[in-house]
Nanobody, 120 residues
């Protein structure tokens, strides 16, 4: 059974930091690109950051560059999102995603989300 379990969300003041974690099970984690998405109330889900399966190359949405860092530990089947200098507009539900293409078939898994609220 495939599972992606996010943790680390919560309430933080503007300028603060949080570290999200997503632990995977039920599939070969190291073969999948891992991403964090977020969805704020009334808005569409948007990509936050992605890390490739091989080489660990990363890319970020423009508004997160320099503040957020995505990383992965294949030995622990876990992907992280370090979020610094948080702003109220970062308030959203953050989702973990695993994506892979194998023999032309796509595999796409999602976690249940973790709430991040940035407020004073």
């Amino acid at each position: 059974q495939v599972q992606l379990v996010e943790s680390g969300g919560g309430l933080v003041q503007p300028g603060g930091s949080l570290r999200l974690a997503c632990t995977a099970s039920g599939f070969t984690f190291s073969r999948y690109a891992m991403s964090w998405y977020r969805q704020a109330p009334g808005k569409e889900r948007e990509l936050v950051a992605r890390i490739t399966s091989i080489g660990g190359r990363t890319n970020y949405a423009d508004s997160m560059k320099g503040r957020f860092t995505i990383s992965r530990d294949n030995a622990k089947n876990t992907v992280y999102l370090q979020m610094n200098i948080l702003k109220p507009e970062d308030t959203a539900v953050y989702y973990c995603n695993a994506f892979g293409v194998f023999n032309a078939y796509e595999s796409d898994y999602w976690g249940q989300g973790t709430q991040v609220t940035v407020s004073s």
